[in-house]
Nanobody
């Protein structure tokens, strides 16, 4: 499985961006897809996850109510709609996929099996 993230850019605070994670591979529709981000000098942190069916979604507290994750399995793509962006959202955003789902470990980066390259999101004041 290969993942490719796109959609990042430079925006002002309060603006919106939509990130896309395009996947290739026959098993895509069975994978749970997550987004992580890493700001300069900080550890990679979990942002959001959507299960393979789209039936369950998870978010880190700081993005709840502002970000929405969704997937279009017909297009092998997962989206992260980011609204009301804040300067603290500035980071490189990565999409990742995992075969097994455990509601207790959805935010653990080491539980993900596949990673895409990052896309830079920069939010200016």
């Amino acid at each position: 499985v290969q993942l490719q993230a796109s959609g990042g850019g430079l925006v002002q605070a309060g603006a919106s961006l939509r990130l896309s994670c395009a996947a290739s591979g026959r098993t895509y529709n069975t994978l749970h897809i997550g987004w992580f981000r890493q700001a300069p000098g900080k550890e990679r942190e979990f942002v959001s996850l959507i299960t393979w069916s789209g039936g369950r979604t998870y978010y880190t507290d700081s993005v709840k109510g502002r970000f929405t994750i969704s997937r279009d399995n017909a297009k092998n793509t997962v989206y992260l709609q980011m609204n009301s962006l804040e300067t603290e959202d500035t980071a490189v955003y990565y999409c990742a996929a995992r075969r097994m789902m455990d509601s207790g470990s959805y935010s653990w980066a080491n539980e993900y099996d596949y990673w895409g390259q990052g896309t830079q999101v920069t939010v200016s004041p």
